[in-house]
């Protein structure tokens, strides 16, 4: 098991710790943080803060701050309420240590993050959650006395002395955007992936460069797990933004685009189209994730012009912006759908416009098709051809805050044995690249955490 999926099970014990005195507003609060609906806690907080007030203001705060890039501030938080709190809280105060770890992870300080593992043992003793959960926190401590030992990932300056502008090369073999970076003073493509949690490199460029290899493990790849090799690049070099000691994943097995593919039977045709799409990774060079992209305060794709732009000053705008926040380190996006409220995991590697997961289809009342609608539809997944039933509905109405459209190429699923996202407790589905490239522009600020569409 990869050691961000048994961090993310760290959050077992949802925030019940409800003080007697809660207002409405601030029971609001906690409910948002029980279903771990992070953009409406966002947004909640920001309308009605000055009604909120103690243990559900710092939760609150905690939250907001981890899952909008701002790690430091998080810790700094989550240790007012431990100290305030922790006591009577009883086994609940093992969410707040394990948030306080993720966070420690984030900025990279392990020998912290290792002193957490030990306060989490004696927890889980004391409040005996069993051997298996003492463990995994002994497992943890010693992940982070290894990473402690590796170099930390940094880079000059967040946003550039001079803006940034690269040619977007498109590629009709991974249908993305590509542009020019330098890796290991080796001169590649690359793509940025919101899709993707880490960095991933093809086996044979990552030999030619010189990676160096650290250790095997799996990572989770469409709800698959995926034999890799983690490595380590020295630099990176976007424009005149370098970035050090950057780790990358160089998967063992092939790998997948999280393309939707309706192929039909597994006819010829059809075995040669699924195999070109397992060496996916052969025909591109450099797939950057969020871990990367979350440390550039701006950037913008500018698709009249086919130009990426990372300008030397970020922008300061509130209006007609999208909120976004990274959990688990996904990007999730709030619009609206037929005027429903949709959160969405945005993922500019799909050459999607939505997937709509069955919980969101069975919930909304919005969509009512007849039976004799549905179509088997064959989604090619890591794991071969997944079958399963859904609706394509060619004129779904869609509402970005500055973008107003129809969906043409929507896939509903309304099979829940066979739902490829309904792992995922934050979001309603999925928005593809497609979706991105309906505005003229959009730009990324992971500064103050939004997209703005143009």
Known sequence: MSMKKIIFTLCIFCSSFLLCQSNLTEQTVLKFISERRWIELREYYDKNKNNITGYENLAAEAYIYTYTNQPAKAIDVTNQIITEFGESMGPNCIEWYGLNLNNYIEIQNYKKASEICDILFHLADKFELGDEMKSVFLYLKDEMNTFDLQPKTYLTNSHPEQDILLDLIADPKTEGLNFEVICNETELKAIFDTGATECFINQQLANSMGVKYASHDTILVNNKELKAKKGMMDSLKIGHITIYNIPVWVPVDSIVSYSFLNVPDLNENSKEKFENATHFMDSLGLILGISIMKMIDEFQFDFNQNKLLIPSKSSHITENINLITIADNQLLLKCKLES?????????????DFYINYRYYEQNDKFSFHEDQKEKFNMLMLQGIKQSWVFKPQNIHVEFNHLDFFS??????????????IANQH????????????????TFNFRDMWIKFN
């Open 340 to 352: 429903t409220d949709f959160i969405g995991w945005l993922d500019t590697g799909s050459n999607q």
């Open 427 to 442: 979001c309603d589905g999925m928005l593809g690249d497609i979706i991105i490239r309906k505005s003229d522009k959009i």
């Open 408 to 421: 043409s190429q929507s896939i509903i699923n309304t099979d829940a044995e066979n739902d490829i996202i």
